[in-house]
């Protein structure tokens, strides 16, 4: 235990997902001792990520704008929309360079025991996007882990319609893990041999 503000940002840090307590150490004395540490730069940063960063009002992706760079990208194939459970998922897929059409953000995945049901993600504006039958193929790309297959399935019933294909990334991916810590081949692979699933 250190004294008064340097245990309390030690006990901040260490509230940040994947920091345990001997990280927020190390981060909290990085920052007390490092001249070029640029504190004034990382807290106004924080002050203004909340009010400045939005959610694509199209697909739920992040953006300071009403809809995100990708929607608005007219070279963007508009008939293939990619469901993923999270932003960060987007990135992934990204830095790939495998995909070229639009996605889809659910916000989280079904998860009963944490209380998380179909009401809590962005399935209906999901269906709402696919009714004037612009978009031909739908990939789901839930994470590989049991809410992510949970919500794959509700997902297929959900999106049974003519002139729509559903497709699910190719197994390959690590199971029980999460998209966003699949390599960039093996997920560019996981996209190449997609299938089509049946409800
Ligand atoms: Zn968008």
Avoid at 95 to 103: A, D, H, I, Q, V
Avoid at 143 to 150: Q, R, V
Avoid at 165 to 182: F, I, N, Q
Avoid at 184 to 192: I, K, P, S, Y
Wanted: aromatic share 6%.
């Amino acid at each position: 235990m250190y004294e008064g503000i340097v245990q309390e940002l030690i006990d901040e840090l260490g509230r940040l997902p994947g920091i345990g307590p001997k990280s927020a150490q190390r981060i909290a004395f990085h920052i007390l001792t490092t001249q070029s540490f640029d504190t004034t730069r990382l807290s106004e940063i924080l002050a203004d990520v909340r009010d400045k960063v939005k959610f694509c009002n199209i697909c739920g992706n992040v953006t300071e704008q009403e809809t995100c760079s990708i929607c608005r990208d007219p070279r963007r194939s508009q008939t293939v929309i990619c469901v993923v459970e999270e932003a960060k998922d987007v990135a992934a897929i990204e830095r790939t360079r495998e995909f070229r059409g639009l996605y889809h953000v659910l916000g989280g995945a079904l998860s009963p025991i944490d209380g998380i049901g179909p009401d809590d993600l962005r399935f209906h504006q999901l269906v709402t996007r696919l009714a004037d039958a612009t978009v031909t193929e739908v990939i789901i790309a839930t994470d590989p882990n049991l809410e992510g297959e949970a919500t794959a399935t509700y997902l297929t019933r959900l999106l049974v319609q003519p002139g729509l294909r559903v497709t699910r990334l190719a197994s390959g991916l690590p199971v029980g893990g999460d998209l966003e810590y699949a390599d960039e081949v093996t997920l560019g692979r996981a996209f190449e041999g997609r299938r089509v699933v049946e409800a």
